[in-house]
Structure formats: C-alpha cells, structure tokens
C-alpha cells in the first residue's frame, strides 16, 4: 500500500465539498445509483431542473444540485454520477463515494433498477456499509412489468432493513411517496437497521484492528468500518479524501499519517494479500446480492431480454453494424434537409414582407438615416436569416437525434466504433463523448470524465471538437440545402445535399481516429484500456416529451444564443461597413487582408473573418458572411433561398466554396465556451492551445488540398 494520491479526476474533492446551503435548515440529499437508472429522471422531477438524460450508461459526471420542498422541510437534491461499485475504481466511483462519505447528506437514496437487481444491489449493499440513512427507490418498475419481473419491495425492505420504494420515474409514479419517504428518514421518523455484510472470520479480524486505530483519527467523523474496508481492499486514496476531509473541517488530522503506517506494518507482519482481500470482500457482497435477489424478485419469463439480443445481434453485428449506422444517419440528415426547405422559405418570404412595414416603423419613430440603415439592414435582416436557415432544421434534426438517445442507440455506436478506437489507441468510451459533442462541444469535453486514463481523456478531449455541435451543424445543413442541393435538380437535389452532410460528419470521425492515433504515437503515448460498455436495454421513447424537450432546451436555446450574438454583430459589422478609410469601408480593408489566404484554401477574405469573429459562438458565422456581402454589394431583396443563393454567387461562390466552407466549419478552432471548458478541464495551457491548433491546422491543410485539387483537375 502506497501512500501518495494520485489525483484522477480533477476537482472532485473541490465539486464534493460544493454544496451551497441557502439556510442552514435546508437537507441534503444525496442521489446514488448504478449507470442509467433514471437518477437524473427522478432528480428533474423532483426539482423541475433539465439535467440531461438519455438511454446510455454515464452521461451524469458531475454533482449536479437542485432544490425542493416537501411538507415544512427543504431539500438540497444532489445527483451523483452512475456508478456499479464504490470500491473507487474509477473518477466517478471516487466522486460519488466521497460525497456520500464527506458531504454528509442528511439521507442518500439509491436509484435503482427493477430489471436488473441483483446488480444493483451490490451498490446499495456497499451503501449500506457507509451510511444507515438509505432509502431505496426501485425504479423502472414499469419496464419490470412489461418483462414479467415481479420485486416483492416489501421483503426487500424487510432483507435490507432500510424503506423501499417503488417508482416509474418518468411517469412520475411513486415520486410522491418517495418525497414522503425520504422526507422521514432524514428527519429520523423511521429508524432503520440496515444489513451489515459478514466478511468471513478473517477478514473481519482485520478489519476490526484497523478499524480501532482509524476510530483514533477519525472518530465520529467518518464511518471507519468503511474506511478500514477501502484499505484493506488496497484503496489508499481515501486516506487523501480523509485529510482533505479533516483540513476543511479544521479538525486535526495529524495522527492520520502515523495510524496509516501502523496499519500498514500491520498488514505486512499479518501478510495480508490485498487481491485476496479484495476478492474475499467482493465475493462476500455478490453472494448476499445474489441470496436476496432470489429472495424477493420473481422472473416469470426468463427470456424478457431475448427481443433486444436479437435486434443487437443485428445492429451490432461485424457485417452490417457499420453499415447500418451510417444509413441511419444518411436518413437522419435527409428528414432534416428535406423537411427543412420548405419552413425555410416560407420563413424567408414572411420576413422579406414584414422588412418593408419594419422600416416604415422605424423611419416613423424619426430616427436618423444611419441608424435607420443598421437596425433595418444590420439587424433585422441577419435575424430573420438567422432565424429562417437555422430553425427548421434544428427543429427537425433534434428530435430525430433524441430520439435515437432514448431508444438506446448510442451505446451501440460506441460498441461498432470500439475496435477502431482501440487501434487507434484511444478509449472506446470516446464514441460517447463525441456523441454528446453532438449537442455542444463544451458538453463533450466535459463527459470526457467518464474515461479513466489521463491520457485517453486528454485525447478524447483535444479531438471532441471535430464533431459538430448544435451551433455548427445548422452551417452544414444550410450550405447543403442553399448551395450544395440547389445546384442539383428534382430527387437528387436533397439526395446530394445529404451526401455532403454525410461524408462531412464521416470526415469528422476518420480524423478524430487518425488525431487520436498520432497523438497516442506521439505526445500522448500509450495503449488502450480495456472496459466493459453497458449495453442498456432499448426503451421506448416518449415521442412527446422528446419534441417538447429538444425544441425548448436545445432548438430555442441555440436559436437564442445565435439572435444574442447576432445582433450585435449585426451592428458591429454593419458599422465597420460604413465608416470609411480611403475609399473603401473597415469591413473591405480587413476583407482584403484576409483575402489571399482565405482563396488559397478555397474560401475568401469576407468568410474567414467571418469564421474568426464567430469564436464567441459558432452559430452567427453565416450571418456574418450574408451580412458583409450585403453590406457591400447592391441591395438585394432577400425573400427566398433562391435569392441568397444569388447573393453567393454574385459574390463569387461555387460548389468549391460551399464545400470548403462545411469543411472548414468542422475543422477550426473551438468556440470561445469550449475553450474554456477545455482549460478548466485539463487545467493546462498547453493542451488548451493543442486543442486550438490542431483542429484548425488540419482544416486549413484540408481545405488547402481540396481547392487546390478540384483548381487542378479543373473541376470549377
Ligand atoms: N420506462 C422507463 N424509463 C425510464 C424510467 N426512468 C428513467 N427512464 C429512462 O431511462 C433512461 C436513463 O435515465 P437517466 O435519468 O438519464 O439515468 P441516470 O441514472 O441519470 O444515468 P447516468 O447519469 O448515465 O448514470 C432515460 O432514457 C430515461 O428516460 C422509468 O421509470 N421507466
Ligand atoms: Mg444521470
């Protein structure tokens, strides 16, 4: 046993400590649970909050906190991390232990799953050795049902000797009861007497005398039963949470060091192997997981899984795993631009009409000519561009992709992409870190917690920025439908236009792997970790709350960030326009500076600024650009997708330039939010401008290649 902590995840001791009390009256609650049982769906029930869920193992990484009130009592709700164990063996087991260890929550409940207990109860019995405050919520009692799985809760409570209570998490059944409950055993209205495990005669020995000479330090402050098991199970990274623990405390942690090394003379004169140790506890746990699952669940079809291996035999198969991941998307993306066209138009042509009465009003208000000019031509109209290109689609490709989550398909893609991932030396997990970047990039690096090695997750975070994020994405999806389709005619308008959206995310995903791959060749050398990826079963998606959920937290809030960046970059464009130096206006003079460069790799000068000025936000990257030619060309009424087209065109645009234009919007540098996150999340500069550098290099080199070459072969 060594001494020295080696610090995994960074600021879990910091986020564990973190919760802000707003009276001290108010009660902590902590919420525990293995990967995807409805934690964060029971924790935004109860406190209205929108912590993100889906069907797929580890998308909760950090402490999230929420409130609410029951009867007379406060709650403070803190969702935990999903983890199998809390045998700290990984970041979130640690972050999860250690709140339900330090945090001192008033009750801890434990989400569990009704279809698969005897797992679970593995956790809850670890539980139950650290804190006798549990109360246990069977959830997903309504997939139990359909599967024929019978959980007799009331002998539940009577093996465990904590409260049961049986939920429907998502339809908001049993969470009334588990209010009340909860309620009661915080405030000690129920006394419990939870199971303690008997480790064998042995073990127990030991335990007993490490267990007296922690009691010395630790007191009443910590369980030191618990403590005394971490240790004798080879975890010395506790001893660094107890010291943190005592510090914070200003408690006095100086016999801490002294009763360690007792204990560890102890466990070397005894002989004591830490890996028998730990196999003896864990076997001790499973068997009494396994004797009261057989005690109190009741399989009446013991096929209930065979319907989801059968689909995954398919989905996941060597064949047409691959295969059909890519069809389904190609679909995704046709839905998207096909049902995005029309809504696109028709909102392009009412805000063409209401632009004249807009005017009318603001010349009527008497304001200067100027100003007239930029609030007419500046913001109005990148507004309703921003608005009409990039809400329909969004409003279409959300919820087709929230869909996907819901029904459970990520965790597949995870699994068809694991073995390339493994050679290109990187972590299979990182799949699901990408898809999350679907949402937001910041998102993505911040789920790259679930992955364990440092040096996978620096890899997964330095390369999550070549898929595209909310922001970005609408970019491709109207370069396709403006440009790219409307070149075409008739089917194969939308057919090509899908393609290009297609091959530009599969462009992402082959260069994520030849990054990670030269990375962990180079600077990040090393071999992958193996790791077992819960396959979750398929679940039906609740079509309703999914529409409703991706339109107001995702569509709106994007849509949101775009007109709040939009406008004043609507102004701030608008004026660099219109002050003249020389001849000719700011915007011009920067433009032309930009502009040799910009040709080189196929775009031009108006469109790299354009990308440079969007560091803040991603999503007012077209908006600048139609902005700038606006603002310089002849005035031309934008009423149809037809006339931006033009306006392109007139501006010197071709297939090569749309083209160019999608590929350098997945290949540049991160947004400024990203940025961000990326340096809080590595806590260093170096990584954070790797994680500037090589995305945008590689898109300025590929951008360079395809110009060059279709300029050669005289494609444009
Ligand atoms: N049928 C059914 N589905 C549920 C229920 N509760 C949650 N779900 C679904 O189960 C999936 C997982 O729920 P989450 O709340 O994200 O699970 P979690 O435990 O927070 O997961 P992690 O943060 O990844 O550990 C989601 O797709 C939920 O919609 C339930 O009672 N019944
Ligand atoms: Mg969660």
């Keep these: 046993?060594?001494?020295?902590?080696?610090?995994?995840?960074?600021?879990?001791?910091?986020?564990?400590?973190?919760?802000?009390?707003?009276?001290?009256?108010?009660?902590?609650?902590?919420?525990?649970?293995?990967?995807?049982?409805?934690?964060?769906?029971?924790?935004?029930?109860?406190?209205?909050?929108?912590?993100?869920?889906?069907?797929?193992?580890?998308?909760?990484?950090?402490?999230?906190?929420g409130r609410y009130a029951h009867k007379d009592k406060k709650f403070v709700l803190v969702d935990l991390p999903g983890t199998y164990s809390l045998l700290a063996n990984s970041v979130e087991e640690e972050v999860a232990r250690d709140f339900i260890c330090f945090g001192k929550p008033q009750a801890t409940v434990v989400v569990t799953d009704a279809t698969s207990l005897e797992r679970n109860l593995i956790l809850v019995l670890q539980i139950l050795e650290i804190t006798d405050k549990v109360v246990l919520c069977v959830n997903l009692m309504d997939?139990?049902?359909?599967?024929?799985?019978?959980?007799?809760?009331?002998?539940?409570?009577?093996s465990l000797g904590v409260s049961v209570v049986g939920t429907s998490a998502r339809d908001g059944v049993g969470l009334e009861e588990l209010k009340d409950t909860v309620y009661k055993v915080a405030l000690g209205e129920i006394s419990l007497k939870p199971k303690k495990i008997h480790y064998g005669k042995e073990i127990e020995e030991v335990l007993q005398t490490i267990e007296g000479k922690m009691e010395k330090v630790v007191e009443d402050q910590i369980n030191s039963r618990w403590v005394a098991l971490q240790l004798l199970n080879g975890d010395t990274k506790i001893l660094q949470s107890i010291n943190t623990y005592l510090k914070e405390q200003e408690l006095n942690s100086e016999g801490l060091e002294g009763c360690i090394k007792e204990g560890e003379e102890f466990l070397k004169k005894e002989n004591i192997k830490q890996e028998e140790n730990q196999d003896k506890i864990v076997a001790a746990i499973v068997k009494e997981a396994e004797k009261i699952h057989k005690k109190t669940v009741l399989i009446k079809n013991e096929k209930y899984n065979e319907m989801d291996r059968k689909i995954d035999n398919i989905l996941t198969s060597r064949v047409f795993g691959i295969p059909i991941m890519i069809a389904l998307l190609g679909i995704v993306f046709w839905i998207t631009l096909e049902g995005a066209e029309y809504p696109a138009e028709a909102l392009a042509t009412f805000f063409s009409a209401m632009e004249q009465p807009i005017s009318n009003f603001v010349l009527g208000l008497g304001v200067p000519d100027w100003l007239h000019g930029m609030l007419v031509f500046g913001v109005y109209r990148t507004l309703s561009w921003v608005v009409a290109v990039m809400l329909p689609p969004m409003a279409i490709f959300f919820p087709l992709f929230t869909l996907l989550e819901d029904l459970g398909y990520l965790p597949r893609v995870a699994f068809n992409l694991d073995n390339f991932f493994k050679k290109a030396c990187a972590h299979g997990k990182q799949a699901l870190t990408m898809c999350m970047g679907f949402g937001c990039n910041a998102a993505g690096v911040i789920a790259c917690r679930i992955i364990d090695s440092p040096r996978e997750r620096l890899i997964a975070i330095i390369t999550n920025n070549f898929v595209p994020c909310n922001g970005r994405f609408p970019i491709l999806i109207s370069m396709a439908v403006i440009f790219i389709g409307g070149s075409a005619t008739g089917i194969s308008q939308s057919f090509i236009a899908t393609l290009s959206v297609l091959g530009v995310i599969i462009l992402g995903v082959v260069l994520t792997l030849v990054v990670s791959k030269i990375l962990s060749k180079t600077i990040l050398k090393g071999l992958p970790s193996s790791f077992t990826l819960e396959l979750p079963p398929y679940r039906k998606p609740q079509v309703g709350r999914v529409l409703v959920r991706s339109i107001l937290d995702r569509t709106l809030f994007v849509l949101g960030r775009a007109i709040m960046v939009a406008a004043p970059a609507g102004i701030v464009i608008w004026i660099m326009a219109n002050i003249m130096v020389g001849d000719i206006s700011i915007l011009d003079h920067c433009a032309a500076f930009l502009d040799p460069f910009g040709r080189l790799i196929g775009m031009d000068g108006y469109i790299i600024m354009a990308f440079i000025l969007g560091l803040p936000a991603n999503e007012i990257v077209i908006p600048i650009i139609v902005m700038s030619y606006l603002s310089t060309g002849a005035m031309l009424e934008l009423d149809s997708l037809e006339a931006l087209r033009e306006l392109l065109i007139d501006n010197g645009w071709t297939w090569l330039t749309a083209v160019c234009v999608m590929i350098f919007t997945l290949l540049h540098f991160p947004c400024g939010t990203t940025m961000l996150t990326i340096r809080k999340e590595t806590q260093s500069k170096k990584w954070t401008f790797a994680s500037f550098m090589i995305p945008t290099v590689t898109g300025v080199f590929v951008c360079f290649i395809v110009a060059q070459t279709a300029r050669l072969l005289g494609l444009v």
């Design 143 to 158: 997939e139990a049902k359909r599967k024929g799985i019978e959980v007799d809760l009331q002998g539940l409570s009577e």
């Design 1 to 65: 046993m060594g001494l020295t902590h080696q610090s995994t995840g960074k600021g879990a001791l910091d986020e564990m400590f973190n919760v802000q009390l707003n009276s001290p009256d108010e009660i902590v609650i902590a919420l525990a649970g293995n990967p995807n049982t409805g934690k964060s769906t029971v924790f935004n029930s109860l406190t209205g909050l929108n912590q993100h869920t889906g069907n797929w193992p580890g998308k909760t990484v950090t402490n999230a906190q």
